[in-house]
């Protein structure tokens, strides 16, 4: 992808949810394409594992451990990034929870730890990249991970999909509100994967909702973490300069069905 559309070469990404699944796989993704990369999430410890295998294969790259629900930790990462870069091109907000509960049964910690995670906190690390990118006059690339979640229903997951409605609908007004700043936002909406995120462990191994996944899924399976490098790579960099404010279903064609 060097010297391509796709080369990201020169530029500064942070990915927050980076130490596991989907996140670590679009963060080695885009350091492929050449960006230096700040890798946040929850644990140091696994964003430090991420950081050390990116420097190994020959990418510049930080970690920083942080609570995504905290506007002044957005803030301090899209700070740290940019004090140890010199810049900053690309935060790709990919933190999330999926707490199952019924919708007549789901109760306030669901509720509100999902809205916290899922929406307000990829609202706070949107906004804090957006004000830093706006004040550098270079534009940039905001992508947030949402989900099929908020296209169709699933049964059991109230809260998820209240919180990846809300994320997409936030796209679309950013989008709207930051383009004239040259800044460019958009969803990734990931189907089932072969990897879980916190709070779905239990659906993940269920064998009748996996028989019917796959029944329901065009391509018949769970999609693999690196099938989201393009996507995230393709929205990062110049190939996209004319795409902002979509939501890019990647689910095998769930959705289609």
Not at 62 to 73: C, H, I, M, V, Y
Not at 164 to 179: S, T
Not at 204 to 218: F, N, W
Request: with cysteine; hydrophobic share 40%.
């Amino acid at each position: 992808m060097r010297g391509s559309h796709f080369d990201l070469s020169g530029k500064v990404a942070v990915v927050t949810g980076g130490g596991r699944g989907l996140g670590r796989a679009m963060a080695g993704g885009l350091a492929a394409a050449g960006a230096k990369m700040v890798v946040a999430a929850r644990s140091a410890a696994e964003v430090s594992s991420v950081a050390e295998e990116l420097r190994a294969n020959g990418a510049e790259a930080e970690s920083l451990a942080f609570d995504a629900t905290k506007r002044a930790d957005n803030e301090a990462l899209v700070s740290f990034a940019a004090e140890r870069f010199g810049r900053l091109d690309i935060v790709l907000a990919n933190h999330g929870v999926g707490y199952g509960q019924l919708a007549e049964e789901t109760d306030d910690e669901v509720w509100s730890t999902t809205l916290a995670v899922n929406l307000t906190g990829a609202f706070y690390c949107c906004q804090a990249a957006a004000k830093h990118m706006i004040a550098g006059g270079r534009g940039g690339s905001i992508i947030v991970t949402s989900s099929t979640g908020s296209l169709v229903a699933f049964r059991g997951l109230l809260a998820y999909g209240a919180s990846k409605g809300g994320v997409d609908q936030m796209v679309r007004q950013m989008a709207m509100e930051w383009g004239p700043h040259g800044i460019r936002v958009n969803a990734i909406n990931p189907g089932y994967t072969s990897h879980h995120m916190r709070g779905g462990a239990g659906r993940h191994s269920d064998p009748v909702q996996e028989a019917e996944l796959k029944r329901r899924t065009p391509l018949g399976r769970r999609g693999d973490p690196e099938e989201f490098i393009g996507p995230a790579v393709f929205l990062a960099s110049d190939a996209a300069s004319f795409v902002t404010g979509i939501t890019l279903p990647v689910d095998g064609g769930y959705c289609a069905v």
